[in-house]
């Protein structure tokens, strides 16, 4: 009898630590939200950019001009063929390089621009408005135009204006600090940051 509650503490246990990877490795479907950032995963379709392009706009998305062309421009950037972890950074007041160099240290990755696209229909208007945000940056490689403006890829949450089931960009500029709390910024996770999550720090919300 005693050795069978210690088997059953030991389980709860377990579970109360390994429950969000769990989560994050089996089910794409689940949002993990956190006080400064959100975890999810993202499940890679086939396909290249000009894929990516046909299937948002065959779904209802559209495209900017500028965001078209950094989707062109990545043509020899290959689909992902594993589930990918992304981390949204929130809450963050500073210039895009602090935030680059906070993601670095927590051990985030640059995003790709395939992301960009499998968030635009992943993430809802109504699951921004759950995060708090209203535009999630992606921090992929800037793009340079040929005028020398760098820009990144944006998602934004407003049904009044043209960015509506959009991906526009965003114009980079390292100098200018940004102070929209309702800003998420877009990396890639490798597994190690997927481990050891505490169950009790998270609200867990599924779509």
């Given at each position: 009898m005693m050795g069978t509650i210690i088997v059953i503490i030991l389980a709860v246990v377990a579970a109360f630590v390994l429950f969000p990877l769990s989560v994050l490795r089996l089910f794409s479907g689940v949002i993990v939200y956190a006080q400064d950032r959100i975890l999810l995963n993202l499940d890679p379709k086939t396909g290249d950019?000009?894929?990516?392009?046909?299937?948002?706009?065959?779904?209802?998305?559209?495209?900017?001009s500028t965001a078209r062309d950094i989707f062109i421009a990545a043509r020899n950037e290959e689909?992902?063929?594993?589930?990918?972890?992304?981390?949204?950074?929130?809450?963050?007041?500073?210039?895009?390089?602090e935030i680059r160099e906070e993601a670095k240290a927590r051990g985030l990755l640059s995003a790709t621009v395939e992301v960009a696209a499998l968030l635009r229909e992943r993430i809802s208007d109504h699951d921004l408005r759950d995060m708090k945000l209203d535009r999630l940056i992606i921090m992929h490689s800037a793009y340079v135009d040929?005028?020398?403006?760098?820009?990144?890829?944006?998602?934004?949450?407003?049904?009044?204006?043209?960015?509506?089931?959009?991906?526009?960009?965003f114009i980079e500029k390292e100098e200018v600090s940004i102070f929209s709390k309702r800003t998420g910024y877009v990396f890639l996770s490798p597994e190690a940051e997927k481990r050891c999550f505490s169950f009790g720090d998270y609200l867990l919300k599924t779509t």
């Open positions: 950019s000009s894929v990516w392009i046909d299937r948002l706009e065959k779904n209802g998305y559209g495209l900017s689909s992902s063929s594993e589930l990918m972890g992304i981390t949204i950074l929130k809450n963050k007041k500073g210039r895009l390089a040929r005028y020398g403006v760098r820009h990144l890829l944006c998602i934004r949450r407003d049904v009044h204006s043209f960015a509506y089931k959009t991906i526009g960009t």
